[in-house]
C-alpha cells in the first residue's frame, strides 16, 4: 500500500491511550511501528473491536464530517473554563478525549443496533451520515444510497415494504399463493429512512411494526427482518413534518442527535472536496469497515459491560423522580402522571390541585411524564456502548450523563408552565433540552448525594437481603423482616411529604412485605 | 545538484510525482516544498545512488517508494533541513550503502523499517540513537533479507539502550548468524552461545566490556528540563523492574548494562509494587553501598532512600528528580 493516500488513514491504535495494568511482554515489533506504513502493520493482530469503533470515530470526525462539535464532554483533572457573552455562559477546554455527538451516537446506535434520529436544518449532513453509517456495515455505497427510504406525502405500505407479484394476484386461489416481492432495504443491516416526517400516517403504521417488531406483513406474509442500526432523518422533529408521527413510531427512537451548525472556519476543508472531488462516503478505508459478524460481537462486547450498582443506583434514584402525581389517584399505586393522561384529564387542572410539595425543588414537577421501561432499557445499552467505546470494562456514572439527555430527548416532555421555567436563568432550558436533561440529572444526583444514599439506604439493604434468597429462612425471621418494614415504612411516611423517590420506596418496600407474607402463608400450610 | 541517476528517473516518473506532492500539499498545506526539495536533493539522492549501484533497474520503483515516504516525513518535521531531529536524514544516509541490495528488492519495507526504528529511538529517554546507526551502519550489509534486518535492528537496539527490549532482542539473536549477533552486541570474538548464556544470566555484564559496571544507570530528571518526573519519585520494586510515582503519574523503569529507560506505567502495578528496603543495602555520605559496593550519588539532602529487586536496587530521594539503578551483585 502506498505510504501516502489521501482520506485513507485511520487513527493509530490506541486511540484512547491509557496505562493498563497488562503483563509486561515487549515485543520488537515496536520498533517498527512508526509513521511508515510497513508489511508488519498489516499483518499485525487485529485490532479489538471497540479500538475500531474508536478509529471509525476518529476517521469520521477527522475525515467525513467538517467542523465536529465536542459537546459530550470528559474531564481529567482541572479543566479551563471561560465565562462568555452577557449570559456568561461557559465555555469548556475539557481535560480528557471528548467527543462529538453529532458523530459518536450514530455510531453507538451501529454497535449496539439501535434507532437514531438525526433531526436538524436541511443541508447539513445528516442523510449523508446516515449513508456513512450503511457503508462501514460494508454496503457498497450505491447500495445504501438505493436501499435509502425517502419519506413523502404519497408513500403507500406496497412503496415501503413491496409489492404481491401481479401474476399471481390474479391467479391465485389461496392467499398463501400470492408471492411478495419485498424491498431490498428489509435485508439490509443498516436502515435509513430520510425525512421520516413526510411519511403518511397508515405508512407510518407499517413502518412502525417493521421498526418495533421487526417484521414486515402484506397479504398474510411475514418477512423477517436482520437485527438493524436504524437512522432516520427529519428537518424538524417538533411536528414541522407533513405528517404528525405517530407516538409509538417516535417511542421507537432510541436516541436523538442534532446537527449543529457549520463553522465557516472550516472553509478550506470544503474547498478541498470540491476540488479533489471527494465524497467522505466513497473512500471509507476498508480498516474500519465491519463485518456482520464482527457487529454481532461488538453487540456481545456491548451487553458484557457492567453498569456498578453505585451507578444503577443513582440511575434508579433519577428514573423515581418523574412518574409520581399525588393528586391522580385514590389509590396508592395510581398516584402517577400516567393515570392523569389515560384518563384524558386537564393538566393545568391536575398541576394546580398538586400543592403540596415544594414545586421548585421537586424535579418531578418539571415534567409532564415519567420514564418507560423501553427508555431506561435504552439509556443502559447506550451507557453500556459508551463506556465500551472508551474501552472500559465497566460505565461510569459520566457515561450517563452524557448519554441520558440524547436517550431522553423527545421522551420526558418537561412542562413548561413550570415554575422551574419561569425562573429568568432557567429561561436558556427551555429551548436547549439536552442542557436542561442534563441538568436534571445533575440535580438528581445532588439530592442523592444530600440523603446519603450510598451509605444509607435500609431499602438497599432490605431488598439486597431479599436477593439473598428465601431457602431455609425460618417463620420467626421472616415475621422479623416483616417487621422491620413495617417500621420502616413508618419511619419514612414520618415527614408527610410526599416525593418520588419515597413512592418508588414505599412501592418496594410493599413488594417485599408481599412477597415475605406470601412465604409466611406457604411456611405455615406445609 | 542531484545525481544524474536521480534526475533521469524524476524526469522519468515527472507526472506522477507532481501528483503525489500536489496530494501531499492539499493533505498538509504546510508541507514546506523547499525542504522537501532539498530532502531530494540531498538524503534521497544518497539513497537513489546506493541502489542504482546494486541494481540499476531497481531505481525507479526506490526512488519512488523514497518520494512518497520522504513527503509524508518531511510534512512530519521528521525528515529535511528543518526536521525536528536529525536521525532519520542521519540514517537513510549512512544506512544507504549497507541496504542498497534490500531497498533495491524491497524499497518501501526496508526503508519503512529504519525510519520507524530511528524515530521510535528518538522517541525514548536516554537512548542513542548515534549508536544504533552507526551498529547497523557496520553490520547491515551482512543481512540477506528483512527478517535479518528485523533482528538485527532489534538487538542494536537494545544495545542503543531499550532495556525494555532486552528478552524479545534476545530470542531475535535466533533468527541471525552467530557472528553477526556476537558483532551486534560488541563481542565479535565471543561464541554467541557463550554470550547468550552469559547475558541470559546477568542483565548487568556488558559483552562489551566483559565486566559489569557497578555505578549502574541513572534514569529520570524534572520535567521541565525535558526529564520525565514533575517532583521527585517515589520508587517501588515490581518482577524485573521498578515502578515510579510522580505528581499521580506512573512510571516503569527498566535498566540494564546497556542503558534505562522510563515508560509509562498503571497506578495498579505502582500498588501492587513492593516497597520493602533492601538488605545488604546502606546509605552513605556519597550515596549508597550495596553489598560493600560504593555507589557514587550525589543528591542534597539525607533522605536517601533504596529499594531492591531480584537483581537490581534502586536508589531515589525526596530532593532528586533522578533515581539511580545499580546492580544488586557485584
Same mark, same amino acid.
Given at each position: 500500500? &502506498?505510504?501516502? /493516500?489521501?482520506?485513507?488513514?485511520?487513527?493509530?491504535?490506541?486511540?484512547?491511550?491509557?496505562?493498563?495494568?497488562?503483563?509486561?511482554?515487549?515485543?520488537?515489533?515496536?520498533?517498527?511501528?512508526?509513521?511508515?506504513?510497513?508489511?508488519?502493520?498489516?499483518?499485525?493482530?487485529?485490532?479489538?473491536?471497540?479500538?475500531?469503533?474508536?478509529?471509525?470515530?476518529?476517521?469520521?470526525?477527522?475525515?467525513?464530517?467538517?467542523?465536529?462539535?465536542?459537546?459530550?464532554?470528559?474531564?481529567?483533572?482541572?479543566?479551563?473554563?471561560?465565562?462568555? +457573552?452577557?449570559? =456568561?455562559?461557559?465555555?469548556?477546554?475539557? &481535560?480528557?478525549?471528548?467527543?462529538?455527538?453529532?458523530?459518536?451516537?450514530?455510531?453507538?446506535?451501529?454497535?449496539?443496533?439501535?434507532?437514531?434520529?438525526?433531526?436538524?436544518?436541511?443541508?447539513?449532513?445528516?442523510?449523508?451520515?446516515?449513508?456513512?453509517?450503511?457503508?462501514?456495515?460494508?454496503?457498497?455505497?450505491?447500495?445504501?444510497?438505493?436501499?435509502?427510504?425517502? +419519506?413523502?406525502?404519497?408513500?403507500?405500505?406496497?412503496?415501503?415494504? +413491496?409489492?404481491?407479484?401481479?401474476?399471481?394476484?390474479?391467479?391465485?386461489?389461496?392467499? +398463501?399463493?400470492?408471492?411478495?416481492?419485498?424491498?431490498?432495504?428489509?435485508?439490509?443491516?443498516?436502515?435509513?429512512?430520510?425525512?421520516?416526517?413526510?411519511?403518511?400516517?397508515?405508512?407510518?403504521?407499517?413502518?412502525?411494526?417493521?421498526?418495533?417488531?421487526?417484521?414486515?406483513?402484506?397479504?398474510?406474509?411475514?418477512?423477517?427482518?436482520?437485527? &438493524?442500526?436504524?437512522?432516520?432523518?427529519?428537518?424538524?422533529?417538533?411536528?414541522?413534518?407533513?405528517?404528525?408521527?405517530?407516538?409509538?413510531?417516535?417511542?421507537?427512537?432510541?436516541?436523538?442527535?442534532?446537527?449543529?451548525?457549520?463553522?465557516? =472556519?472550516?472553509?478550506?476543508?470544503?474547498?478541498?472536496?470540491?476540488?479533489?472531488?471527494?465524497?467522505?462516503?466513497?473512500?471509507?478505508? =476498508?480498516?474500519?469497515?465491519?463485518?456482520?459478524?464482527?457487529?454481532?460481537?461488538?453487540?456481545?462486547?456491548?451487553?458484557?459491560?457492567?453498569?456498578?450498582?453505585?451507578?444503577?443506583?443513582?440511575?434508579?434514584?433519577?428514573?423515581?423522580?418523574?412518574?409520581?402525581?399525588?393528586?391522580?389517584?385514590?389509590?396508592?399505586?395510581?398516584?402517577?402522571?400516567?393515570?392523569?393522561?389515560?384518563?384524558?384529564?386537564?393538566?393545568?387542572?391536575?398541576?394546580?390541585?398538586?400543592?403540596?410539595?415544594?414545586?421548585?425543588?421537586?424535579?418531578?414537577?418539571?415534567?409532564?411524564?415519567?420514564?418507560?421501561?423501553? /427508555?431506561?432499557?435504552?439509556?443502559?445499552?447506550?451507557?453500556?456502548?459508551?463506556?465500551?467505546?472508551?474501552?472500559?470494562?465497566?460505565?461510569?456514572?459520566?457515561?450517563?450523563?452524557?448519554?441520558?439527555?440524547?436517550?431522553? /430527548?423527545?421522551?420526558?416532555?418537561?412542562?413548561?408552565?413550570?415554575?422551574?421555567?419561569?425562573?429568568?436563568?432557567?429561561?436558556?432550558?427551555?429551548?436547549?433540552?439536552?442542557?436542561?436533561?442534563?441538568?436534571?440529572?445533575?440535580?438528581?444526583?445532588?439530592?442523592?448525594?444530600?440523603?446519603?444514599?450510598?451509605? /444509607?439506604?435500609?431499602?438497599?439493604?432490605?431488598?439486597?437481603?431479599?436477593?439473598?434468597?428465601?431457602?431455609?429462612?425460618?417463620?420467626?425471621?421472616?415475621?422479623?423482616?416483616?417487621?422491620?418494614?413495617?417500621?420502616?415504612?413508618?419511619?419514612?411516611?414520618?415527614?408527610?411529604?410526599?416525593?418520588?423517590?419515597?413512592?418508588?420506596?414505599?412501592?418496594?418496600?410493599?413488594?417485599?412485605?408481599?412477597?415475605?407474607?406470601?412465604?409466611?402463608?406457604?411456611?405455615?400450610? =406445609? | 545538484?542531484?545525481?544524474?541517476?536521480?534526475?533521469?528517473?524524476?524526469?522519468?516518473?515527472?507526472?506522477?510525482?507532481?501528483?503525489?506532492?500536489?496530494?501531499?500539499?492539499?493533505?498538509?498545506?504546510?508541507?514546506?516544498?523547499?525542504?522537501?526539495?532539498?530532502?531530494?536533493?540531498?538524503?534521497?539522492?544518497?539513497?537513489?545512488?546506493?541502489?542504482?549501484?546494486?541494481?540499476?533497474?531497481?531505481?525507479?520503483?526506490?526512488?519512488?517508494?523514497?518520494?512518497?515516504?520522504?513527503?509524508?516525513?518531511?510534512?512530519?518535521?521528521?525528515?529535511?533541513?528543518?526536521?525536528?531531529?536529525?536521525?532519520?536524514?542521519?540514517?537513510?544516509?549512512?544506512?544507504?550503502?549497507?541496504?542498497?541490495?534490500?531497498?533495491?528488492?524491497?524499497?518501501?519495507?526496508?526503508?519503512?523499517?529504519?525510519?520507524?526504528?530511528?524515530?521510535?529511538?528518538?522517541?525514548?529517554?536516554?537512548?542513542?540513537?548515534?549508536?544504533?546507526?552507526?551498529?547497523?551502519?557496520?553490520?547491515?550489509?551482512?543481512?540477506?533479507?528483512?527478517?535479518?534486518?528485523?533482528?538485527?535492528?532489534?538487538?542494536?537496539?537494545?544495545?542503543?539502550?531499550?532495556?525494555?527490549?532486552?528478552?524479545?532482542?534476545?530470542?531475535?539473536?535466533?533468527?541471525?548468524?552467530?557472528?553477526?549477533?556476537?558483532?551486534?552486541?560488541?563481542?565479535?570474538?565471543?561464541?554467541?552461545?557463550?554470550?547468550?548464556?552469559?547475558?541470559?544470566?546477568?542483565?548487568?555484564?556488558?559483552?562489551?566490556?566483559?565486566?559489569?559496571?557497578?555505578?549502574?544507570?541513572?534514569?529520570?530528571?524534572?520535567?521541565?528540563?525535558?526529564?520525565?518526573?514533575?517532583?521527585?519519585?517515589?520508587?517501588?520494586?515490581?518482577?524485573?523492574?521498578?515502578?515510579?510515582?510522580?505528581?499521580?503519574?506512573?512510571?516503569?523503569?527498566?535498566?540494564?548494562?546497556?542503558?534505562?529507560?522510563?515508560?509509562?506505567?498503571?497506578?495498579?502495578?505502582?500498588?501492587?509494587?513492593?516497597?520493602?528496603?533492601?538488605?545488604?543495602?546502606?546509605?552513605?555520605?556519597?550515596?549508597?553501598?550495596?553489598?560493600?559496593?560504593?555507589?557514587?550519588?550525589?543528591?542534597?539532602?539525607?533522605?536517601?532512600?533504596?529499594?531492591?529487586?531480584?537483581?537490581?536496587?534502586?536508589?531515589?530521594?525526596?530532593?532528586?528528580?533522578?533515581?539511580?539503578?545499580?546492580?544488586?551483585?557485584?
Amino acid at each position: 500500500m &502506498s505510504p501516502f /493516500n489521501l482520506f485513507q488513514r485511520v487513527s493509530k491504535a490506541p486511540t484512547n491511550p491509557r496505562a493498563e495494568p497488562a503483563p509486561r511482554n515487549f515485543d520488537v515489533a515496536e520498533l517498527y511501528e512508526g509513521p511508515v506504513r510497513t508489511a508488519a502493520d498489516a499483518q499485525a493482530q487485529p485490532v479489538r473491536l471497540d479500538e475500531k469503533l474508536r478509529q471509525a470515530y476518529f476517521w469520521i470526525v477527522n475525515n467525513a464530517i467538517i467542523s465536529p462539535h465536542y459537546d459530550i464532554e470528559y474531564h481529567d483533572g482541572p479543566a479551563a473554563t471561560f465565562a462568555v +457573552g452577557d449570559t =456568561r455562559r461557559t465555555l469548556t477546554l475539557p &481535560s480528557a478525549q471528548s467527543y462529538s455527538s453529532y458523530v459518536l451516537l450514530p455510531l453507538l446506535s451501529f454497535a449496539a443496533r439501535r434507532k437514531c434520529l438525526f433531526i436538524g436544518g436541511p443541508g447539513r449532513g445528516k442523510t449523508a451520515s446516515a449513508i456513512l453509517m450503511g457503508v462501514l456495515a460494508g454496503y457498497p455505497v450505491r447500495e445504501v444510497r438505493r436501499a435509502m427510504q425517502h +419519506g413523502h406525502p404519497q408513500m403507500t405500505i406496497a412503496d415501503l415494504l +413491496g409489492n404481491p407479484l401481479p401474476a399471481d394476484l390474479v391467479a391465485a386461489q389461496d392467499m +398463501g399463493d400470492i408471492r411478495i416481492a419485498w424491498r431490498k432495504w428489509l435485508s439490509m443491516r443498516v436502515k435509513i429512512i430520510d425525512e421520516y416526517n413526510r411519511i403518511p400516517t397508515r405508512t407510518q403504521s407499517a413502518l412502525l411494526t417493521v421498526m418495533g417488531d421487526n417484521y414486515a406483513e402484506i397479504l398474510n406474509h411475514v418477512y423477517e427482518c436482520p437485527e &438493524s442500526a436504524w437512522y432516520l432523518t427529519a428537518n424538524d422533529d417538533r411536528g414541522g413534518g407533513t405528517y404528525q408521527v405517530v407516538e409509538a413510531l417516535r417511542d421507537r427512537i432510541d436516541v436523538v442527535v442534532q446537527a449543529l451548525a457549520f463553522n465557516p =472556519r472550516f472553509l478550506d476543508e470544503l474547498l478541498l472536496r470540491i476540488e479533489e472531488n471527494i465524497r467522505p462516503e466513497e473512500v471509507v478505508p =476498508r480498516d474500519i469497515i465491519f463485518s456482520e459478524a464482527e457487529v454481532d460481537r461488538l453487540g456481545e462486547e456491548i451487553r458484557a459491560v457492567e453498569v456498578p450498582h453505585d451507578v444503577r443506583r443513582r440511575v434508579e434514584f433519577f428514573a423515581s423522580q418523574f412518574e409520581l402525581m399525588e393528586t391522580a389517584g385514590a389509590q396508592f399505586e395510581y398516584l402517577t402522571k400516567d393515570t392523569v393522561r389515560l384518563a384524558g384529564a386537564d393538566w393545568a387542572q391536575a398541576t394546580a390541585a398538586d400543592t403540596g410539595r415544594d414545586r421548585m425543588k421537586d424535579l418531578g414537577c418539571q415534567t409532564r411524564n415519567g420514564l418507560s421501561v423501553r /427508555n431506561l432499557t435504552t439509556l443502559l445499552v447506550f451507557a453500556k456502548a459508551l463506556a465500551y467505546f472508551r474501552g472500559n470494562a465497566a460505565a461510569t456514572l459520566d457515561d450517563v450523563r452524557h448519554i441520558l439527555p440524547f436517550v431522553l /430527548n423527545d421522551k420526558l416532555q418537561p412542562d413548561l408552565d413550570a415554575p422551574f421555567f419561569a425562573l429568568p436563568e432557567n429561561a436558556a432550558y427551555r429551548t436547549d433540552r439536552l442542557s436542561w436533561l442534563r441538568w436534571l440529572f445533575d440535580a438528581s444526583n445532588a439530592e442523592y448525594d444530600r440523603l446519603d444514599l450510598d451509605r /444509607n439506604d435500609p431499602v438497599g439493604e432490605l431488598s439486597a437481603e431479599f436477593a439473598r434468597g428465601l431457602d431455609g429462612l425460618s417463620e420467626r425471621d421472616t415475621r422479623a423482616r416483616l417487621v422491620r418494614i413495617e417500621r420502616l415504612i413508618e419511619e419514612r411516611v414520618k415527614g408527610r411529604k410526599l416525593y418520588g423517590h419515597l413512592y418508588d420506596d414505599l412501592l418496594k418496600l410493599k413488594y417485599l412485605h408481599q412477597r415475605y407474607t406470601n412465604y409466611l402463608h406457604w411456611q405455615q400450610a =406445609r | 545538484m542531484v545525481s544524474d541517476a536521480l534526475a533521469s528517473v524524476l524526469a522519468s516518473r515527472r507526472t506522477l510525482l507532481n501528483q503525489r506532492v500536489a496530494e501531499a500539499r492539499h493533505r498538509q498545506p504546510s508541507l514546506d516544498t523547499a525542504a522537501f526539495g532539498a530532502f531530494v536533493g540531498d538524503t534521497l539522492d544518497k539513497v537513489c545512488l546506493a541502489v542504482h549501484g546494486v541494481d540499476t533497474l531497481a531505481t525507479g520503483a526506490a526512488v519512488e517508494a523514497a518520494f512518497e515516504i520522504g513527503l509524508v516525513l518531511v510534512g512530519q518535521g521528521l525528515a529535511g533541513p528543518k526536521a525536528r531531529l536529525p536521525w532519520v536524514d542521519r540514517a537513510w544516509k549512512q544506512l544507504a550503502t549497507p541496504i542498497a541490495g534490500l531497498v533495491a528488492q524491497a524499497p518501501e519495507e526496508t526503508l519503512g523499517i529504519v525510519t520507524n526504528a530511528v524515530v521510535r529511538l528518538s522517541s525514548v529517554r536516554g537512548v542513542q540513537v548515534e549508536v544504533w546507526i552507526d551498529t547497523m551502519q557496520a553490520l547491515a550489509q551482512r543481512c540477506r533479507d528483512l527478517d535479518e534486518l528485523r533482528a538485527l535492528g532489534a538487538l542494536c537496539a537494545w544495545r542503543a539502550g531499550m532495556a525494555h527490549l532486552r528478552a524479545a532482542a534476545l530470542a531475535q539473536a535466533e533468527r541471525l548468524d552467530p557472528a553477526l549477533a556476537s558483532a551486534a552486541l560488541g563481542a565479535p570474538d565471543t561464541p554467541w552461545a557463550t554470550l547468550r548464556e552469559r547475558l541470559a544470566a546477568d542483565r548487568w555484564w556488558n559483552p562489551a566490556t566483559g565486566s559489569v559496571d557497578a555505578q549502574g544507570q541513572t534514569v529520570g530528571g524534572f520535567s521541565g528540563m525535558d526529564g520525565p518526573f514533575a517532583v521527585p519519585p517515589a520508587v517501588r520494586t515490581g518482577a524485573g523492574h521498578f515502578v515510579a510515582e510522580s505528581a499521580g503519574r506512573h512510571y516503569l523503569l527498566m535498566a540494564d548494562a546497556f542503558g534505562a529507560v522510563v515508560l509509562p506505567a498503571a497506578a495498579d502495578e505502582f500498588a501492587q509494587a513492593g516497597a520493602a528496603a533492601p538488605a545488604g543495602v546502606s546509605i552513605t555520605p556519597r550515596g549508597g553501598s550495596v553489598h560493600g559496593r560504593e555507589i557514587v550519588f550525589s543528591v542534597p539532602g539525607d533522605r536517601l532512600q533504596a529499594v531492591s529487586g531480584a537483581d537490581s536496587v534502586a536508589l531515589f530521594s525526596p530532593w532528586s528528580h533522578h533515581v539511580r539503578i545499580v546492580p544488586a551483585r557485584a
